[in-house]
């Protein structure tokens, strides 16, 4: 059976997420408390008990959805539930690594609080914003984000979730601008999405500067499982092909809908698994292949639906 591990990224955390999976197998136990030692604080407190607005601060979000999804991973492994391709959302593409071996966990949970730091920091709160635009063509999209970009405001494709979803981002001014244009032309529902920084836009380019020699500071390894790149869909199986596309992640686009078409089509998955959070990314999967099978793992009676064949 050939399975896709798909890795949620930030949104889908909960306070309380995962504490089925974290209270019954010490492997899941054992992975929080890595990520405890390796921040030098409490993340597990966090999870566990919130309280909401703080385990939503993007640097802690970050770090706390990682461990979850981690955790998860690898409890699916020990259970015998092998994959043969992953991918992750933007946050997830981390999980993802974390489970190909190419990165270390304590490497990586380090590294998403710094990258949820920088991100944060590279547009004063207030002052960004995002929407997700339903039901319009990506190409009227990107076509009306050129056009308020080039008037000063700038706004542009964040995340190409799944047909017929794309989110925009960019400064407040900008995003608005969009949403009026993409209304007059024809956009069946805009909605304005509650974050704390624009994501995936021009505006966090100095978010990947700092970034980058972050990613330079860690031991990479060759990835033991293929997996898909959120910037351009590459299937990475090089160590040497990771960083750049790391640090061009923070501020272009997740092309999500690009990434599963490729899985889908190079991979064949019979059966794809959620390794984390919610269900979202299910959701995705089924307005691209709504004939896979599709499984949630986010509690332990999710986990144990699976079959280990």
Excluded at 59 to 83: D, T
Excluded at 132 to 138: F, K, N
Excluded at 237 to 248: D, F, N, T, V, W
Excluded at 251 to 256: E, G, L
Aim: proline content about 6%; some cysteine.
């Amino acid at each position: 059976m050939k399975t896709a591990f798909l890795f949620p990224g930030q949104g889908s955390q909960a306070v309380g997420m995962g504490e089925s999976i974290f209270s019954s197998f010490p492997t899941a136990k054992r992975t929080r408390e890595e990520a405890d030692e390796a921040l030098g604080f409490s993340l597990s407190d966090v999870i566990r008990n919130g309280p909401a607005e703080k385990l939503k601060a993007t640097e802690n979000a970050q770090p706390a959805i990682l461990a979850v999804s981690v955790a998860i991973g690898r409890v699916l492994i020990e259970r015998g539930i092998q994959p043969t391709v992953l991918a992750g959302h933007s946050l997830g593409e981390y999980s993802a690594l974390v489970s190909a071996g190419a990165l270390g966990f304590a490497d990586a949970v380090r590294l998403v609080r710094l990258r949820g730091r920088f991100m944060q920091e590279a547009v004063p709160l207030g002052q960004g914003a995002m929407s997700a635009i339903l039901g319009t063509e990506e190409g009227l999209i990107e076509e009306v984000c050129r056009q308020i970009s080039a008037k000063g405001m700038q706004v542009d494709p964040a995340n190409y979730n799944c047909p017929g979803q794309v989110v925009i981002s960019g400064t407040k001014e900008g995003v608005a601008a969009a949403v009026d244009l993409l209304k007059q032309r024809g956009a069946k529902r805009c909605v304005a999405l509650e974050v704390s920084a624009p994501f995936h836009c021009s505006l966090l380019k100095p978010a990947a500067d700092k970034l980058r020699p972050e990613l330079e500071k860690v031991e990479w390894n060759d990835p033991r499982i293929p997996y898909i790149a959120n910037v351009d869909c590459a299937v990475v199986r090089s160590k040497g092909e990771i960083i750049h596309r790391l640090a061009e992640q923070v501020w272009r686009p997740v092309r999500w809908t690009h990434s599963l078409q490729k899985i889908f089509l190079e991979f064949k998955p019979t059966r794809v698994i959620e390794v984390g959070p919610g269900q979202v990314v299910l959701g995705h999967v089924k307005k691209v292949d709504d004939t896979v099978e599709r499984f949630p793992s986010e509690t332990k009676e999710a986990l144990e639906k699976i079959p280990s064949a």
